[in-house]
């Protein structure tokens, strides 16, 4: 007797949020009077509100546009992530929006996707092998060039400045990089240090501390990511040099922005995930609509100051 | 007769789930109608493949009472190194032995510390998981290697006669390690020591030397399902398998093995992976946010429990 | 809260009644045609008991007879099937442990089920603790237990933790515990197992005690001699069904122990003709630990060397290591004269020996598995065929022995935990006798069993001898051991005391061997 019990217990509650979902599946369903377009969209980590912007730009531009959108959330796990993708390919959507864990594994989930036939848009990352009818990314170099510019601006000619990086090989904060460097030379800074520090905010605290040591006449500092950019920012007011050094961030999270507010940051490069999952979904609809499509799709950066 | 039926039912405990998973399958047909097609069918098998390969080594595990929180790292440093081995030397098979080698040997020490230093298997496997996981950092510095030759990715990426080579790893495995449960003298005494371990320790029997074997077994299936984890994805991860060791836990619990030890088989496990599988891919159908899929999981696991301790009870 | 101190304090307001006063009263407890059925076992078929106010009523029967489920159903652990539980006149329903201690029955149960690391007062008063606003009242709470404890001539302090005390002591604890819930039914289940002679006795004063008070105790037990000594009426269990009862005094052991097994035991402790040969086993100079001092004896072939001493004298530990079992000895063992190493029973068989554990239930068997897969676990070499153990092969060995060793199951696939203690027994045996072993340690074969299947033990461990095995054998009842040994072998404190041939048994001198604390 306890056993039927037990067993119903479970049924109904697989059954009932099975149904719940699949009875409203279907009444969206017969709402819609236009070719219902389905696109989906592997996220690489829901739990990181970067991406939770850029899947919000994805849904709201989706919505805006009578298209059904599925986000599925990889959680970190590029097998999940891999997984994902399948059973897009299995629902047949019509265009996949893919943020990956990395280029490397995100490869391979696309082509998976290529092998079906199904369109591939990468949002951010980038991914290493694989057809992809466009990248939709921050303009890295722009951004950085923007740094360069605003530092510039604020430094007499010819102070010294240094640049802490990303882990070597990593090509898009690179360009960041690049950007800063060309538009800081050109405008007159002198950039005397280049270190990475891993994209982690206690390297970056401790590579600036040494750079400190090593040239005690810094004025400024670009950091590629916001999380060194922070570490800096502790290191300069432990030295007791807050507000001598104009240090600049690249992302745009919250710290950052917060930080910037109180003057801490002299300013950052922020991205717009949110604009990024928006131009996703309308690259995705350009090229179904047989309008030309760039490879790589720049999302504009903006350059945050108090 | 009243004594055959719970006989089979104290080894087989997986009446229940497969009920359960058999109700599932057809709701989830009506409901999607693309569910219960042989791609998709063929994608839930896959995508449930690594988890079930590890949970029949747990399946072992939980037979004897204890439990392995280290599988999920172990199939991240098995996996790295592997693919260390591959880019460094580009020889597949030394790859392939160094993945089942580093795996088998985090199998020994869980074994050897439970058995003979006395150290609860939770301890020990959670101690063995942290420095599993450490090691994969540390090995890689946190950057994936990947882009590996066919050959090795074989076990995970290829397949024969249309047919993906997981899935047969996953049949042939289960049928191997099912008659090796039920049949030799090796599965008997796994459920022996989990029922009873002095009993059986004073018949005659080494129980700790076969303690440090069943935990090396659990090892050498998980370096199994790292090959098969690391040719899927065509890249090693140090983060690869967090988490997986909950994962086959659900599955094995969901399955019907009693965590207290004696009871169960993998005949269960693989229907309890199947039901996780089944939830995810379903769900994943349906546009449900995976938290929800979570919740689900979650609960089923709550119930299939609260079901196994009340078929205990039904004896009085 | 103050309803919890009043009923402890009823209890001790009673005042004596006579005699002449319970022997005229209304039953205090009548079962009527109680049934109960469990899988693939019809427990009890209509059997129906009754006791007078104060009365000590003894209920025995073989094992397997139903005594023990009788009084679970009474105690509320199982629920009977049919038939009615009336008490003092009304109809009861008895659903659960606690409605029957509400109702004035209280169990003692052989393990006690006291908390080792509180105090004797705490466990006298758990669930009931005297309150002061929130906390508990410890004053009171001593108080009363210590009056509590006094009613049982019991000296104990109580605050005194209960792992700190003998077993007769904490015997004592588990009765107070009872008593003090102001119960008219005292069950005692087996009470006198781990007891001396001396505590027996102690424990029937008691008992006689609790009489004057009008608290009827209901007790299980397979001593002859005892049930004589203490009990006025006793009900004969068999095979589930109500045999009769009777007052004491119509009764001889003769005439009961008919009535138990349904024949006549000609001989409770047959000694088997056995041809002694040479010497097949022998052990010098073992110590283990601060267990066993110095120890060496021999035994040959077709011998049974019984190891006699009291509870506690480190016999188990003496056999246990010798059998591997435990770590820590020193000295040394030969098997037919060579000099042999045993650090694990895996050795210890692989060199011929078997060993069947006191311990029933955590040693003896694995209670989850079936008769044919215990066995089977013991003789795994014989079954297994190209590393694949043969279920024919299994099956076949498993019929063999329980035919062999006369056991009551439904087949060799019943689980071994549903089997009576005795059955079990004989499967603990049995699996070892396939073995062919040279040399075979029982420790406390007998305990815990009823006569009929004792002696059909004993009787198959004299064959065992006969057949050429030496037997070594550890017994706590002196009549049995001095029944079946060749030669008895005295253990104290650790160490040799003694040792009889069996022309010289005198139970005088090997008791006196048994308590002398050199």
Known sequence: MKKIVMVSMILTLISGLVFAKGWGNKSSKTKKNSSSLVFGYAVQDLGNQYWVKAADGVKAQCKAKGITCMVMNANTDPATELSNVENMIEKKVNAILLSPWDSDSGATAVKAANKAGIPVFVLDIGVTSGDYVSLIISDNKKGGEMAGEYMASLLPSGAEVAHITCQLGYVQPALRGTGFTEAATAAGLKIVAKQPADSQRAMGMDVMQNLLQAHPDIAGVFCENDEMALGAVEAVAAAGKEGKISIIGFDGNDDAAKAVQNGRLAADVAQQPYQMGVMGVDAACDYLQGKPVEKTTFVPVKLIKK | MNNKFFNIGSKVKNLGALIVLFVMLMVLSIVSPVFLTVSNIRNVIVQVAVIAVIAEGTTFVCLTGGIDLSVGAVLGVAGVLAAGVMRNTGNTTLAVLTCLGVAVLFGICSGVLIAYGNVAPFVSTLGLMSIARGIAFIYTHGKPISNFPDSFRFMGAGDIGGVPVMIYIVIVSYAIMYIVQQKTPFGRITYAIGSNEEATRLTGIDTKKYKVIIYTVAGFLTGIASLMYVGRINSGHPNSGTGYELDAIAAVVIGGTSLSGGKGSVLGTIVGALIMGVIKNGLNLLNVDTYYQNVVIGTVIILAVLFDRNSKNTNK | ?518
């Open chain 3, 1 to 518: 809260m103050q309803k919890q101190n009043a009923m402890s304090e009823q209890l001790l307001k009673r005042k004596a009644v006579s005699d002449s006063v319970i022997k005229k009263a209304r039953p205090v407890l009548e079962m009527r045609n109680i049934s109960k059925t469990f899988p693939g076992v019809k427990a009890l078929t209509k059997v129906s008991l009754t006791v007078l106010p104060g009365e000590i009523h003894s209920i025995v029967g073989e094992n397997g007879a139903g005594k023990s489920t009788l009084m679970k159903i009474l105690a509320g652990v199982y629920s009977k099937d049919s038939g009615e539980i009336v008490l003092n006149g009304k109809t009861v329903t008895i659903d659960s442990p606690q409605t029957a201690i509400d109702l004035g029955i209280g169990t003692v149960y052989q393990n006690l089920d006291l908390i080792p690391s509180l105090s004797v007062a705490e466990n006298i008063y758990m669930n009931q603790f005297p309150r002061k606003s929130l906390l508990i009242d410890r004053n009171i709470l001593h108080k009363n237990a210590e009056e509590i404890l006094k009613l049982l001539d019991c000296r104990i302090s109580p605050a005194a933790t209960v792992d700190s005390l003998s077993v007769a002591d904490q015997q004592m604890v588990a009765i107070a515990r009872v008593l003090s819930r102001n119960i008219s039914i005292l069950i005692l289940d087996e009470p006198t197992s781990s007891l001396s002679p001396v505590e027996t006795q102690k424990l029937f004063e008691n008992v006689r005690r609790l009489r004057t008070l009008g608290v009827a105790t209901l007790f299980i037990s397979h001593h002859m001699d005892e049930i004589f000594d203490i009990a006025e009426h006793v009900t004969v269990l068999c095979d589930g069904k109500l045999v009769g009862d009777w007052p004491v005094s119509e009764l001889n052991k003769n005439s009961l122990v008919k009535a138990m097994v349904g024949h006549e035991v000609r001989e409770m402790f047959p000694k088997i003709e056995s041809k002694i040969g040479g010497e097949v086993f022998r052990v010098e100079h073992i110590s283990v630990g601060k267990y066993v001092h110095d120890i060496s004896f021999n035994l040959r072939k077709g011998e049974i060397v019984g190891l006699g001493g009291l509870v506690g004298a480190g016999r188990s530990w003496l056999v246990k290591s010798l059998f591997g079992a435990v770590p820590g000895r020193s000295g040394d063992i030969f098997i037919e004269g060579k000099k042999v190493t045993i650090s694990h029973p895996r050795n210890a068989k692989k060199l011929g020996i078997g060993f069947v554990p006191e311990d029933r239930h955590n040693e003896g068997l694995i209670s989850g598995m079936s008769i044919e897969e215990n066995i089977g676990m013991c003789n795994l070499k014989s079954i297994v065929s190209h590393g694949i153990i043969v279920s024919k092969r299994e099956n076949e060995l498993a019929e063999k022995v329980v035919n062999e060793m006369d056991v009551k199951a439904s087949s060799a696939k019943q689980l071994v935990e549903n089997l009576s203690g005795g059955n079990q027994q004989k499967i603990v045996l049995g699996k070892w006798f396939e073995n062919h072993p040279r040399i075979m340690i029982f420790d406390e074969p007998t305990k815990g069993i009823d006569v009929g299947a004792k002696s059909e033990i004993l009787r198959k461990i004299g064959n065992l001898a006969a057949s050429g095995i030496g037997v070594l054998l550890i017994s706590s009842e002196l009549p049995e051991l001095m029944g079946v040994s060749d030669r008895i072998i005295v253990i104290s404190l650790g160490y040799k005391t003694g040792e009889f041939k069996r022309t010289d048994f005198d139970a005088a001198k090997i008791m006196l061997a048994a308590t002398s604390k050199e």
